[in-house]
Each structure stands twice: as C-alpha cells, then as structure tokens.
C-alpha cells in the first residue's frame, strides 16, 4: 500500500540556519532518500517551494477565486513530501520516524487513496 509521508517546517526558522546546518539537513535527507531507494520503498519525492509562492484556487457558486498564498496559515509550513510503498501503516510510521522531517518539523502519515 503506498502512504503519503508530508513534512511539515517552520520555513522561518529553516532560513535562519547556517551554511553548515544547512548541508547538514540536506545530506541526511539525501541518505535518507538512498535507504528508501535501496528498500525498494521510494514511490517518488520532492521538495516544495516556499508559501510565498503559492496560489490558493477555490470555486464558489460557479467563480473562481484566486489567491496568493496558502490555504491556511500556520506556525509550520508543507515543505514536500515523500511517496512510499510500505506493507502497512505501522511501516509507514517507522519511515516517517526516521524522516529527517520528523527531527526538525513533524511528518504526517496517510494512506494513499488509489483512484
């Protein structure tokens, strides 16, 4: 069954890091993403870009209505995801626990609806 691992940040604080926090961050997600590929777990992956960059749509009574931002404001931000394929939730959950995400944010868990 594949689950959704989304990674929730602070971008604030993710700005305000150094260089070398910074590195340090990237490389354990890259060696994340490389267990996840050797387990045969990894569906797909990707980072998203700031809030400040997103476009909220919504159709109310037949208009669309268009906005800058996100859909809703909070203290931590969706900041990408991964897509895995895991025997069951209790797999998922233990992938999300090792997530780099799960150190510095919160990792949400849910399973894919296929359609």
């Known amino acids: 069954m594949q689950y959704m691992l989304l990674i929730y940040a602070n971008e604030t604080e993710m700005a305000n890091r150094s260089q070398q926090e910074s590195g340090q961050v990237m490389a354990a997600y890259g060696a994340y993403t490389e267990a996840l590929k050797k387990a045969g777990a ?4 990707d980072r998203l870009k700031s809030v400040s960059t997103a476009t909220t749509v919504r159709v109310a009574d037949g208009k669309t209505q268009v906005l800058n931002g996100p859909y809703a404001e909070s203290k931590e931000q969706l900041g990408g995801y991964y897509l895995v394929e895991a025997p069951d939730l209790d797999a998922a959950i233990a992938w999300a626990a090792r997530c780099p995400g799960a150190g510095i944010g919160t990792v949400e ?3 894919v609806w296929q359609m």
Do not use: E, G, T
């Not at 990894?42 to 992956?45: F, I």
């Open 42 to 45: 990894l569906v797909s992956a």
């Open 109 to 111: 868990v849910r399973p």
